[in-house]
């Protein structure tokens, strides 16, 4: 998307709308109905470079100069922008993702422009560090911490919620100074683009929001994490795509905040309010088709409750209706593209070949002739699959959840860590004492205690083992988007 052609996403450097140097484009495919969305300018390495350059450079301008409340005030006018254009924002973001506008409109769009809020406010209430020392001439010095920001950052986004996420980033970075060059990812150009205009709009200086388009190895996004000119990366994606921007940050001695894949539980004990249980565990496996980094894909039932669980979750999975974004009875949209139908669809097979109890779902729905070439997918609930098999070990990013059924809470305890990856989990349970007892054993960056993907955004966000390094969120991301430096004055 681009201020003249809305058919066409172009990078956005130094406050310019441009197309990729070397003439190189790539198609913009709609996972509704494959339709062609536009066409997508990929960045060359000159253009990543001029991308960091303008970065580096808006690090010493106006953006330098401006008070902690005048940047503020910015980042609350960008906020403002945002929810003024949300229809803009919306389609944008519903015709990438093929999402229920219904859900994108909640979640995505005030979300997006939320983070840029919260962050704002972040920056002006957090106090220093400040220690009296004392010296042996009785005279003493004070210690102090200077915060400076980081640099430039490289944030390189997933496809799943594009906006929230990648404001998530931008938000805390912008707040403490820093400059950006955004890789967006190549299934959803979308926003990021859109953003640029916001920015100029409310006058953030060129060079301050950079955003630059392809796809990861041997494109922008190797581009932009080998660049050395980059100070930091901030990635969220895949586990696999993490490491590889781990070893690129090692050249150069960069910093990481790395947020990735799960395969998070959720553990229902006998005691739980059923009716909120079936709620928040439908939203959690199948919400946004079961792509969010949060989401259950394993599911633990105590025993006594078991079939009952089953058949009330499998009910209610059933009668979601898989449609349009712009239908308002849509729960279920597409997936993301067709080679992610192709994964998710493998793993269903897999799921056969293993013996599984396929309560409901397990393919692909037959839709109407005019999105016969989307990338749809069926709900999935299996039960009686192995603790080894891969469906209960991998990450699938899909609609689906494997259910199991569990006697005692030292043997759940054990199923939900079971695994090597460690971000979030739903415990459901009316007592107390057991919900934190349960909650302090998991190794993971959330635990959600009758309810999910509640969020404070002060709270730290992120996860332990392979789904993350560091935490963002709050003061946390403070601490990653900025620099310390100790000021020790004798006195
Ligand atoms: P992905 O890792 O395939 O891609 C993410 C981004 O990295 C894209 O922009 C891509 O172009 C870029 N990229 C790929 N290879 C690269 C390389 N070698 N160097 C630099 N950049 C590279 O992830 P995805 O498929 O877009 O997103 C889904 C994944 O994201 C899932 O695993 C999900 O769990 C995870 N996720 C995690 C969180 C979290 O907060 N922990 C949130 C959302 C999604």
């Known amino acids: 998307m681009s201020p003249t052609n809305i058919a066409e996403f172009h990078n956005f450097i130094d406050g310019q709308y441009r197309p990729g140097s070397a003439g190189a484009t790539f198609d913009n495919t709609s996972p509704v109905d494959g339709s062609h969305i536009g066409l997508v300018h990929e960045a060359s390495v000159a253009d990543v470079n001029d991308a960091?350059?303008?970065?580096?450079?808006?690090?010493?301008?106006?953006?330098?100069?401006?008070?902690?409340?005048?940047?503020?005030?910015?980042?609350?006018?960008?906020?403002?922008?945002?929810?003024?254009?949300?229809?803009?924002?919306?389609?944008?973001?519903?015709?990438?993702?093929?999402k229920p506008a219904s859900l994108a409109c909640h979640i995505d769009i005030p979300r997006g422009a939320a983070n840029f809020r919260i962050f704002a406010d972040s920056v002006k209430n957090v106090p220093g560090e400040f220690f009296p020392t004392p010296t042996p001439d009785g005279t003493g010095a004070i210690n102090y911490a200077l915060r400076s920001p980081k640099g430039v950052i490289g944030v390189i986004c997933p496809w799943n919620l594009p906006l929230l996420l990648m404001t998530w980033k931008v938000g805390p970075a912008l707040a403490c100074g820093n400059t950006v060059v955004v890789k967006p990812s190549e299934e959803t150009p979308g926003t990021a683009t859109l953003l640029g205009e916001v920015m100029n709009t409310v006058g953030v200086p060129r060079g301050v929001y950079n955003v630059v388009h392809g796809f990861?190895?041997?494109?922008?996004?190797e581009f932009v994490t080998s660049h050395q000119g980059v100070d930091a990366i901030t990635f969220t994606g895949e586990t696999r795509t993490g490491e590889a921007i781990m070893k690129a940050a090692a050249d150069g001695t960069r910093d990481v905040s790395l947020e990735m894949g799960g395969k998070n539980p959720a553990i229902i004990f006998a005691d739980a309010d059923l009716d909120d249980a079936i709620e928040g565990t439908m939203r959690s496996v199948f919400v946004n088709c079961?792509?969010?980094?949060?989401?259950?894909?394993?599911?633990?039932?105590?025993?006594?409750?078991?079939?009952?669980?089953?058949?009330?979750?499998?009910?209610?999975?059933?009668?979601?209706?898989?449609?349009?974004?712009?239908?308002?009875?849509?729960?279920?949209?597409p997936l993301i593209s067709l080679e992610h139908q192709q994964k998710v669809l493998s793993y269903y097979n897999k799921a056969v070949e293993e013996g599984a109890n396929?309560?409901?779902?397990?393919?692909?729905?037959?839709?109407?002739?005019?999105?016969?070439?989307?990338?749809?997918?069926?709900?999935?609930?299996?039960?009686?699959?192995?603790?080894?098999?891969?469906?209960?070990?991998?990450?699938?990013?899909?609609?689906?959840?494997?259910?199991?059924?569990?006697?005692?809470?030292?043997?759940?305890?054990a199923l939900a860590n079971d695994t090597v990856?460690?971000?979030?989990?739903?415990?459901w349970t009316q007592n107390t004492s057991r919900a934190h007892r349960v909650a302090s054993q998991l190794d993971v960056g959330l635990c959600w205690v009758n309810s999910w993907f509640l969020r404070d955004l002060r709270t730290p966000f992120g996860g332990m083992k392979a789904s993350g390094i560091g935490r963002e969120g709050g003061v946390h991301s403070l601490e990653f988007y900025t620099e310390t430096t100790n000021v020790c004055l004798k006195l």
């Open 52 to 98: 960091v350059v303008a970065a580096k450079a808006a690090l010493k301008g106006p953006w330098a100069a401006m008070t902690l409340a005048d940047r503020s005030a910015m980042l609350y006018a960008i906020a403002d922008e945002i929810d003024r254009r949300a229809d803009d924002f919306l389609a944008a973001e519903v015709a990438d993702t093929g």
């Open 421 to 427: 990856y460690g971000l979030a989990a739903a415990v």
């Open 358 to 413: 396929v309560v409901i779902g397990g393919g692909v729905p037959v839709l109407g002739d005019d999105v016969a070439k989307g990338a749809w997918i069926e709900p999935t609930i299996w039960t009686d699959l192995a603790d080894d098999s891969v469906l209960v070990v991998e990450e699938i990013f899909g609609p689906c959840c494997h259910i199991r059924p569990f006697d005692s809470e030292e043997e759940v305890i």
């Open 216 to 221: 990861g190895p041997g494109s922008a996004g």
């Open 290 to 333: 079961g792509q969010v980094c949060l989401g259950t894909e394993r599911v633990y039932v105590e025993r006594p409750i078991f079939d009952e669980f089953v058949n009330r979750l499998a009910t209610e999975a059933k009668a979601m209706k898989i449609g349009v974004p712009d239908d308002p009875a849509t729960d279920l949209g």
